[in-house]
């Protein structure tokens, strides 16, 4: 299971995808969030601000977790 920020001690996970939510959902969920991703970056690259490119940096890291999570479960189910 990938995760996307852990918590507390023990650790928590606070963003992931669970279990039994369809693939098909988790990915749409994802291609908006890297849509959005996509126009901080174009954002803040015109406008020099580092705050959206930060944000956006941020955000595809969760992305890639996110997406890394249905891969693993995807593989599991075969």
């Given at each position: 299971m990938e995760t996307f920020l852990e918590?507390?001690?023990?650790?928590?996970?606070?963003?992931?995808?669970?279990?039994?939510?369809?693939?098909?959902?988790?990915?749409?969920?994802?291609?908006?969030?890297?849509g959005y991703c996509k126009h901080l970056v174009r954002e803040g690259d015109m406008e020099d601000d580092h705050k959206m490119l930060g944000a956006a940096d941020y955000l595809l890291a969760l992305a890639k977790a996110l997406m890394n999570d249905i891969e693993i479960a995807k593989n599991k189910r075969h």
């Open positions: 918590a507390g001690n023990p650790t928590l996970d606070l963003l992931r995808v669970q279990p039994g939510v369809p693939v098909d959902d988790a990915y749409e969920h994802v291609s908006v969030l890297l």
